[in-house]
T-cell receptor, first 118, second 116 residues
Framework: GAVVSQHPSRVICKSGTSVKIECRSL??????MFWYRQFPKKSLMLMATSNEGSKATYEQGVEKDKFLINHASLTLSTLTVTSAHPEDSSFYIC??????????????FGEGSRLTVL | AQKVTQAQTEISVVEKEDVTLDCVYE???????LFWYKQPPSGELVFLIRRNSFDEQNEISGRYSWNFQKSTSSFNFTITASQVVDSAVYFC?????????????FGTGTRLQVTL
């Protein structure tokens, strides 16, 4: 089946540094990818929609300059947490939709990336 | 605005018991999709089912079954003869099918603990 891979799965960084998380669709093309954030024992909150070849669409309350999203190809989207602070520590999950899939069809999720900012 | 409510925060059952996880949703769309995902301790989200708003047939897949009731805006999930491996957080989600977007609105999840 379709696979979405995220890297790294875990990252620990110092406050003030930037961290990049990659999301790849391994066996299908994804014009649209979604980035979610999950706090401990909480639900997943959509952060932004990543569109191949164009700017990402951010949800209300998400800082664009803080969470930089680049969707440079049909199989790769990256999320960069700039100048990370401890409050950015969270579990980040991406998802991708097969371009041949139905609107609202099955979304494939990555394994998630746990960010810890010291 | 879309909303998904999973009123059960945590459920604990003994192995082999049946358990039902509730999901109630709100949407103004006439066309929408409902999903269930499983999140084991490792963190990844495992797709379980997708149901579109025009298909109210109940579905059974092995020990899993789903009951979609449009009249009550509910999409409940039942695990029959639960097993320890079923222990996880289960999320119900609703999709937005506006344009080409298909982002999901998730419920807060139900943590299922199955013990021996």
């Amino acid at each position: 089946g379709a696979v979405v891979s995220q890297h790294p799965s875990r990252v620990i960084c110092k406050s003030g540094t930037s961290v990049k998380i990659e999301c790849r669709s391994l066996d299908f093309q994804a014009t649209t990818m979604f980035w979610y954030r999950q706090f401990p024992k909480k639900s997943l909150m959509l952060m932004a929609t990543s569109n191949e070849g164009s700017k990402a669409t951010y949800e209300q309350g998400v800082e664009k300059d803080k969470f930089l999203i680049n969707h440079a190809s049909l199989t790769l989207s990256t999320l960069t947490v700039t100048s990370a602070h401890p409050e950015d520590s969270s579990f980040y999950i991406c998802s991708a939709r097969d371009v041949t899939g139905l609107a609202g069809g099955e979304l494939f999720f990555g394994e998630g990336s746990r960010l810890t900012v010291l | 605005a879309q909303k998904v409510t999973q009123a059960q925060t945590e459920i604990s059952v003994v192995e082999k018991e049946d358990v039902t996880l509730d999901c109630v949703y709100e949407t103004r769309d006439t066309t929408y999709y409902l999903f269930w995902y499983k999140q084991p301790p490792s963190g990844e989200l495992v797709f379980l089912i997708r149901r579109n708003s025009f298909d109210e047939q109940n579905e059974i897949s092995g020990r899993y079954s789903w009951n979609f009731q449009k009249s009550t805006s509910s999409f409940n999930f039942t695990i029959t003869a639960s097993q320890v491996v079923d222990s996880a957080v289960y999320f119900c989600a609703l999709s937005d099918v506006t344009g080409t977007a298909s982002k999901l609105t998730f419920g807060t999840g139900t943590r299922l603990q199955v013990t021996l």
